[in-house]
């Protein structure tokens, strides 16, 4: 377990069919950025960029060089593929033109 000069974390990522959540120690202090890249989790999914990447902790979204406390959780989040407005814009016009014709 942690001592006083390590923090125990977790980084999650997480695509269609897997999901990965790796727990590591970190040394008190450490940032986001160095959770990610110090749990090997590159290796299993190389489309991670660390420099371009989006993550946060436990739901909200954070900078790369965020001081992490003890029991964090590091999320990398996927881009979209759709955006949200858009679809459910699409989906209330095709829903209006339905109920006309009927």
């Known amino acids: 377990m942690a001592n006083a000069e390590t923090i125990a974390v977790e980084v999650a990522y997480a695509r269609p069919g897997e999901q990965v ?22 290796d299993r999914f190389p489309e991670i960029d660390p420099d371009s990447m989006k993550a946060g902790i436990f739901g909200k979204l ?21 955006d949200p407005k858009q679809v459910r814009n699409q989906r209330a016009a095709a829903g209006k033109q339905m109920k006309k014709g009927g």
């Open 62 to 82: 954070k900078k790369s060089d965020q001081v992490l406390q003890a029991g964090d959780r590091v999320e990398i989040y996927r881009p979209l593929i759709a």
């Open 21 to 42: 959540i790796l727990r590591l120690e970190l040394p008190a202090g450490g940032t986001l950025r160095q959770a990610v890249e110090q749990s090997g989790i590159m």
